[in-house]
Nanobody, 116 residues
Framework: QVQVVESGGGLVQTGGSLRLSCAAS????????MGWYRQAPGKQRELVAY???????NYADSVKGRFTISRDNAKNTVYLQMNSLKPEDAAVYYC??????????WGQGTQVTVSS
């Protein structure tokens, strides 16, 4: 069994910062790509950022320069540092983890609310 649990969401004012965490646990031999997605009401889920097992990163154009993804392989954890938050960043943020020999797993989501 594998569990993926996000944390760190909440309410922040425009221009503020939040740090999301996502930890994978269970029967894990190794983790490839770890990523963050988000889904706002009435919109499709979209990729925010991902980081490969080798540490390469990729960001959606809308968050480049404001968000930073990182990972701690010893803790099977991925982070998303979000700075200069805008109202349009408000969404439920989901973590996606590609686990060797087991497939991909989603977390339950964490709500980010940005007040104007």
């Amino acid at each position: 069994q594998v569990q993926v649990v996000e944390s760190g969401g909440g309410l922040v004012q425009t221009g503020g910062s939040l740090r999301l965490s996502c930890a994978a646990s269970g029967s894990i031999f190794g983790i490839n790509t770890m990523g963050w997605y988000r889904q706002a009401p009435g919109k499709q889920r979209e990729l925010v950022a991902y980081i490969t097992g080798g540490g390469s990163t990729n960001y959606a154009d809308s968050v480049k320069g404001r968000f930073t993804i990182s990972r701690d392989n010893a803790k099977n954890t991925v982070y998303l540092q979000m700075n200069s938050l805008k109202p349009e960043d408000a969404a439920v943020y989901y973590c996606n983890v590609a686990i060797l020999f087991r497939g991909t797993y989603w977390g339950q989501g964490t709500q980010v609310t940005v007040s104007s």
